[in-house]
């Protein structure tokens, strides 16, 4: 069974930091696409950043313009725990974060865009950010 754990949430002051972590289990290939998202009440869940895990590296890391240069996605490979390390925070990254994730098999080709929330399969329960002005 894919289990997929978010945590690392909580409140900061606008320009402060944190990191989220999310413990992938279950998955059958060690190599899948993952991708954090977030969302706020009344409005659609966004991709915010995305990397597929190749042999125990993450390359095409891919980010939503409003993240770029302030949240890095990172891995822990030993622990399988994959990280959204978040900076400069702003009132406006205030949400709900939910990390995904789906298979693929290397030499394969996927359909669809690694930021899309129709891209994945599997999904964590979202672990609450909330920054303060």
């Known amino acids: 069974q894919v289990q997929l754990a978010e945590s690392g949430g909580g409140s900061v002051q606008t320009g402060g930091s944190l990191r989220l972590s999310c413990e992938v289990s279950?998955?059958?290939?060690?190599?899948?696409?993952v991708g954090w998202f977030r969302q706020v009440p009344g409005k659609e869940r966004e991709g915010i950043a995305t990397s597929y895990r190749h042999r125990n590296l993450l390359v095409n890391e891919q980010y939503h313009d409003s993240v770029k240069g302030r949240f890095t996605i990172s891995e822990d490979s030993v622990k399988n725990l994959v990280y959204l390390q978040m900076s400069l925070l702003k009132p406006e990254d205030t949400a709900m974060y939910f990390c995904?994730?789906?298979?693929?098999?290397?030499?394969?080709?996927?359909?669809?865009?690694?930021?899309?929330?129709?891209?994945?399969?599997?999904w964590g329960q979202g672990t609450q950010v909330t920054v303060s002005s």
């Open positions: 279950g998955l059958t290939d060690d190599n899948y696409w």
């Open positions: 995904a994730a789906r298979s693929q098999r290397p030499g394969t080709t996927v359909s669809g865009a690694p930021l899309d929330r129709a891209f994945y399969d599997f």
